[in-house]
């Protein structure tokens, strides 16, 4: 049973340019988050995808878009990027959008923006 | 606004003894409360949770307690050991149809041999 999986694990950029990250849900599982940690700090909440919509939205700017694709796959874009963009970008599954549902963390992408 | 507030920020303790970790939440519409453990350059995982029509949870030698009150709850780790060092988490959500954890701001935990 595969948890959740993201790619890539690292990834280096310089300020204004676009990035991409992905996450592949816990098997059985339909609902993605994804959070920014920035260093020494807990996460914080940028988006939910279900059912292929955007959820709910936490305090991130435009820059930050998603999609969710029919697999419940989730891919998170970064555009015009800020030194401050700089974080470990976790993405979280579960089983529905509902608030009693444990949510599983993948590794993260450790982006660095230069 | 949505907050967690958790103390302290670091703690160190002998292997065998306890370690007590306290969070505060503003929003009073929370009622699940779960805590994370970070191990370094790993992923968060899930440890132990409790929700708001419980006020202690127990899971071998970590327990979870819950005021709603006053909007505070704490993790306790009995019988502390090495491997328990890490970076622990606690985080709030509200009750209405979402996923958003608000999070604490970290407790490094470090014990002693």
């Known amino acids: 049973d595969a948890g959740v999986t993201q790619s890539p694990t690292h990834l280096i950029k310089t300020r204004g340019q676009q990035v991409t990250l992905r996450c592949s849900p816990k098997?059985?599982?339909?609902?993605v988050s994804w959070y920014q940690q920035a260093l020494g700090q807990g996460p914080q909440f940028i988006f939910q995808?279900?059912?292929?919509?955007?959820?709910q939205r936490g305090n991130f700017p435009d820059r930050f878009s998603g999609h969710q694709f029919p697999n419940y796959s989730s891919e998170l874009n970064v555009n015009a990027l800020l030194l401050g963009d700089s974080a470990l970008y976790l993405c979280?599954?579960?089983?529905?959008?509902?608030?009693?549902?444990?949510?599983?963390f993948g590794p993260g992408t450790r982006l660095t923006v230069l | 606004g949505e907050n967690v507030e958790q103390h302290p920020s670091t703690l160190s303790v002998q292997e065998g003894d306890s370690a007590v970790i306290k969070c505060t939440y503003s929003?009073?519409?929370?009622?699940?409360f779960p805590w994370y453990k970070q191990e370094l350059g790993k992923r968060p995982q899930l440890i132990i949770d409790?929700?708001?029509?419980?006020g202690e949870k127990k899971d071998q030698r970590i327990a979870v307690t819950l005021n709603k009150t006053a909007k505070h709850f704490s993790l306790h780790i009995t019988e502390t050991q090495p491997e328990d060092s890490a970076v622990y988490f606690c985080?709030?959500?509200?009750?209405?149809?979402?996923?958003?954890?608000?999070f604490g701001q970290g407790t490094t935990l470090q014990v002693k041999p």
């Open positions: 979280a599954s579960s089983l529905g959008a509902g608030a009693d549902n444990e949510q599983f």
């Open positions: 098997s059985g599982h339909d609902t």
């Open positions: 995808y279900y059912e292929e919509e955007e959820r």
């Open positions: 929003d009073s519409a929370s009622n699940y």
């Open positions: 409790i929700r708001s029509n419980v």
């Open positions: 985080a709030a959500r509200r009750s209405s149809n979402t996923g958003k954890l608000i």
